[in-house]
């Protein structure tokens, strides 16, 4: 059996010798594809593969058509939205993600950028703390119960928004559970965005929701760029001047966010939630003892077509 990494933004080092040791300990070959420029170069690698390692790189049905051979795809991370699942479904090939792997690192992210916007960006004027500010958390997956459990320790009050976890859930963790998505916006200071990008939630953040969020108030985007209106978040922000909004992804948008709203506008150059070392080893080494045990045994955990 041979598997691939094909990973255009690569794992760490440590996490590949990882990958590497699970792999060729069940007697398969790993291959590796990384900072692929073109799309050629993936058809190109996925044609003799049974299996591949994914981040956020996408598998359509091109890619499905072309591995002939292939058997299983695992997303080393949360998000499956890059996977055509119906694709994978017709050419009969499994697909998973290693829900959990990297919630850690994108809520220590999702929180860095809470700082930094508080703090004007670092520019030496004076800011505000996020001690007793009012943290919303729009969905209450595993990044979000993480950035609630960091957020504590910052003395944050937080609030949580999910369409599908029960209340009890939410404030077992001693986080309030809100009735709506609007009232969530309407009564927190920050709102940090933990929701997946599907149809439902495509440009769902708009400005009828954003536009009662109190003065001063700061988007957190560690979640999708698909999630946010554009043009809406530029007509709030082109009224409210003390909107500020912040994002590990950057929007299509992103060179007039930066011409029209500087000191109040930050995006990541590349999404780097999940790029530290230690979610590349957790989520990685999941992705390789996932791809060895749908093989080997016929385990589909954590599958998701
Ligand atoms: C995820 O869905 O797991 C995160 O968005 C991280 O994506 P990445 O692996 O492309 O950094």
Not at 21 to 38: D, R
Not at 55 to 64: G, H, L, T, Y
Not at 170 to 197: F, N, Q, R, W
């Amino acid at each position: 059996m041979k598997i691939l990494i094909a990973t255009d933004k690569p794992f760490a080092k440590v996490a590949v010798d990882g990958i590497r040791e699970e792999i060729e300990t069940a007697g398969y070959e790993l291959v590796l594809l990384e900072k692929y420029t073109e799309k050629a170069q993936l058809l190109d690698a996925v044609k003799d593969v049974n299996g591949i390692i994914i981040r956020s790189d996408v598998i359509d049905a091109e890619v499905f058509e072309a591995a002939k051979k292939l058997k299983i795809v695992v997303r080393a991370g949360a998000g499956y939205d890059n996977v055509d699942l119906n694709a994978a479904t017709a050419h009969r090939v499994c697909v998973m993600n290693t829900p959990g792997q990297n919630a850690n690192a994108v809520a220590e992210l999702a929180l860095g950028l809470m700082v930094y916007a508080v703090r004007n960006f670092y520019n030496g004027t004076s800011g505000t703390e996020l001690t007793g500010k009012k943290l919303g958390i729009h969905a209450y997956g595993n990044v979000g119960r993480n950035v609630a459990r960091i957020a504590k320790g910052f003395g944050m009050e937080i609030r949580a928004y999910d369409a599908f976890c029960p209340k009890e859930v939410i404030e077992k963790d001693g986080v309030k559970a809100v009735d709506s998505v609007e009232e969530l916006y309407k009564t927190c200071d920050m709102v940090s965005l933990h929701i997946p990008a599907t149809p439902e939630t495509k440009n769902s953040i708009n400005y009828a929701l954003l536009k009662d969020m109190p003065k001063g108030a700061v988007l957190v985007n560690t979640a999708r760029k698909e999630v946010i209106d554009e043009d809406e978040l530029i007509r709030l922000m082109d009224e409210r001047g003390d909107f500020k909004y912040v994002s590990d992804i950057m929007p299509a948008a992103h060179a007039k966010f930066e011409e029209r709203f500087a000191g109040r506008y930050f995006s990541t150059p590349k999404k780097m939630g999940a790029q530290t070392a230690e979610a590349n080893v957790n989520a990685g080494i999941a992705a390789a003892k996932q791809i060895v045990g749908y093989l080997k045994d016929g385990i589909d955990r954590f599958r998701v077509n």
